[in-house]
């Protein structure tokens, strides 16, 4: 029987006391991404995973063993004393609810510089994996950014937040771990047989292994007009903070009706003057969840004074003499006041240094064996860029452009530099928040065949769960139902298999067994 109880110790803190195979452990109560308590997450062999956002920690060292977030989780001293349970903790690790992993320090006699190119969740997390590891050579980040690693999952979900809220990590701590960060920095050019790339400020450097992790752009949308000034992409925080500024009191136009068309309608509305969006599908989220969420979630937002034009296009973006957008006319030949358009529609891979190179590539996507090494030797890759084989739900080889999976390319990716064995497990998870309504999702649905609802899609409280050809269920998406999508993640870890009639049949059995 396990058990996971919050006790207080006294006026100093709390600690989640866990009981798992008839022996205990007690570790910070908080999970250190997003603060969620971890009471109510999912326990599950040695591991347990937040019920928000199913990053996971091992119950007996307190380590991340997936993602989101950065840090661990303090541990604490347990005995067992007759019938009593004892936990010894240290008042400084009551105090935080994380624990930053201990970095190795740089050692001057080793020659190996490994760089990392891309300053999102995977180059991050590589170079800090390094870190974490053991390795003691040169670690160089290059960044397209202004700024270093962020939390950029926040950009449409609050737009007006400045970067300094977002940093991941300091730049005080960046340098205490010896990782070099250039900043403002692409990559014109690789050699792989000389180990090269050179930098579009016309410096070159000099690589054992190499990480690209060079993630996507926005996709642009191709019309008459689309130059004109107020069409916004949202990537950076600059693009975020610009659309929060210039919206307010606007005419705003939306045009993409997945994560980063609605959420910044969610944001913008009662700041924007009216909001406008124009997907081509006929409901919002139609290939990720399907039409019956989708509708839902449209007619939410229209009750909040939003309108939609779907199944349609834009012809033209008009400006004035200042070639300010003004108007947005659409396929259907309405036309639309606009002051600002936010446009997004996708992205593509930032992989055009690569030309001319042997790394084999689909299409514009790196491909990757299971070590996140590409087809050159001592050139890995990880996060939006890549395609790599998702064993742990279908066995597919596809691109998956989520925040938290890229943190686990990262991380795999360094281990592999390192010479060490790297099975990734790492279920595909994302999240987000509509009308202060959270979404979960976990797995992968690409293609998915059919979709079973268990709930009430009209009240959003249900569990969807999606099933492929094979009547396998590879994914779940749950409004109100925490922790059921991290719950599935670590079904999925562990090596189990969902079908579409065990739902069909009883959908809580599963579920039940999981508490056991």
Not at 75 to 85: I, L, Q, R
Not at 244 to 267: L, P, Q
Not at 321 to 328: E, G, R, Y
Not at 363 to 392: C, M, Q, W
Request: contains cysteine.
């Amino acid at each position: 029987m396990s058990l996971k109880k919050v006790f207080e110790l006294g006026d100093t803190g709390k600690v989640l006391l866990i009981k798992q195979d008839n022996k205990f452990s007690a570790i910070g109560h908080k999970c250190s991404h997003y603060g969620a308590p971890l009471v109510n997450g999912v326990l599950y062999g040695s591991q347990i995973s937040c019920p928000w956002h199913s990053a996971t920690f091992c119950i007996n060292t307190g380590d991340i063993e997936d993602f989101p977030g950065c840090d661990s989780l303090p541990v604490h001293e347990v005995s067992v004393k007759g019938d009593e349970v004892v936990v010894r903790a240290k008042r400084s690790d009551l105090a935080n609810s994380f624990r930053v992993k201990a970095l190795s320090a740089k050692n001057p006699n080793n020659v190996l510089t490994f760089v990392i190119v891309g300053g999102g969740p995977a180059g991050f997390q590589c170079a800090e994996t390094l870190r974490h590891e053991g390795f003691t050579g040169r670690v160089v980040l290059v960044t397209s950014e202004d700024t270093y690693p962020y939390d950029r999952t926040k950009l449409s979900k609050a737009l007006s937040t400045k970067v300094e809220e977002l940093l991941l990590r300091s730049k005080d701590y960046l340098n205490d771990a010896n990782i070099e960060v250039i900043l403002n920095a692409t990559v014109d050019k690789i050699n792989t047989k000389e180990k090269s790339i050179q930098l579009n400020n016309g410096s070159t450097l000099k690589f054992d292994r190499i990480f690209l992790g060079t993630g996507v752009r926005p996709k642009v949308y191709e019309a008459k007009g689309n130059d004109l000034k107020n069409i916004c992409y949202l990537r950076t925080h600059r693009d975020a903070n610009f659309i929060a500024d210039n919206a307010v009191n606007k005419d705003v136009v939306i045009i993409g009706t997945s994560f980063i068309g609605m959420e910044v309608t969610a944001f913008l509305n009662g700041k924007a003057k009216s909001l406008t969006v124009i997907g081509k599908s006929k409901y919002p989220f139609a290939y990720t969840l399907g039409p019956q969420i989708g509708q839902q979630i449209k007619e939410l937002y229209e009750s909040k004074g939003i309108k939609f034009y779907t199944e349609c296009g834009v012809k033209e973006f008009c400006g004035d003499d200042n070639q300010q957008l003004k108007q947005v006319v659409l396929t259907n030949g309405d036309v639309l006041s606009a002051d600002i358009c936010v446009i997004g529609i996708g992205g593509e891979p930032n992989t055009e240094f690569l030309k001319g190179t042997d790394i084999k590539m689909d299409k514009s996507y790196v491909l990757v064996d299971k070590n996140f090494e590409t087809s050159e030797k001592n050139v890995f890759a990880g996060g939006d860029v890549v395609k790599y084989e998702l064993s742990i739900v279908n066995q597919s080889v596809v691109n998956v452009g989520h925040w938290q999976t890229a943190q686990s390319h990262g991380r795999s990716a360094a281990l592999s530099m390192l010479g060490k064995t790297s099975d990734l497990k790492s279920v595909p998870f994302f999240w987000s928040m509509l009308f202060g309504k959270g979404l979960r999702f976990a797995g992968n649905n690409e293609g998915f065949k059919e979709v079973i609802i268990d709930g009430e899609v009209s009240q959003f409280k249900f569990v969807a769960y999606y099933v492929d050809s094979a009547d396998k269920v590879v994914a779940v998406a749950t409004m109100a139902n925490d922790p059921i999508a991290t719950m599935f993640a670590a079904y999925l870890r562990h090596g189990h298999t969902l079908t579409a009639n065990d739902i069909k049949s009883d959908p809580k059995k599963w579920i039940e067994s999981m508490k056991k």
